[in-house]
């Protein structure tokens, strides 16, 4: 899990401070000067679900706006590069300009229709202000049965981000 301590962000025991986040492992568009390290939204994971080869782990995180839900897509990436994800399919929401105006936005990253989902399973949720990440590692070919896991990691990394609880091993 990431980690603030003492302005350093630590990321599977790296260490980012505004020194070292660069144009190379920084959201676009996003100055290091400009980050609130006191604000940076917390990256919830969920428990691994396999599936003949296949992994599947979500990650949820509170966002207010593009910038943070770009600084989080970088997180997970910066989380996953030891071992890059196959796909990482994300979708967010939330509320900009005294909460009378909702951006929705979401990416397939080549699973067609996963980040719709994902984005529709928000929606019917009701849920705001918040990004999912759902990371597949491919293993082999399992057709929907997809779809099912990038749901269900889902639904859980909505609840752990909500209750503000991450999965430990």
């Known amino acids: 899990q990431p980690k603030l301590v003492h302005d350093k962000l630590f990321v599977q025991g790296k260490q980012f401070t505004p020194g ?27 428990r691994p679900v ?4 296949n992994v599947f782990v979500a990650y949820s995180a509170k966002i207010e706006s593009k910038q943070e839900a770009k600084f989080v897509i970088n997180m997970v ?9 196959t796909h990482l399919v994300y979708a967010y929401r939330f509320r900009y300009g005294n909460n009378s105006s909702l951006l929705e936005y ?3 990253d080549n699973e067609y229709g996963a980040g719709r989902r994902i984005l529709d399973q928000l929606r019917k949720a009701d849920v705001t202000g918040t ?6 590692w491919y293993g082999s070919h399992i057709g929907v049965r997809r779809f099912t896991h990038y749901l269900s990691t889902t639904e859980e990394a909505v609840l752990r981000s909500a209750l503000g609880d991450s999965y430990h091993e």
């Open 50 to 53: 396999t599936d003949n080869g």
């Open 20 to 46: 070292h986040v660069s144009e190379h492992n920084a959201p676009e568009n996003y100055k290091a000067s400009s980050i609130a390290w006191d604000k940076l939204p917390h990256v919830y994971s969920t």
């Open 77 to 85: 990436m910066g989380m996953t590069c030891d071992n890059p994800a």
């Open 106 to 108: 979401m990416d397939d």
């Open 131 to 136: 990004i999912v990440i759902c990371a597949r």
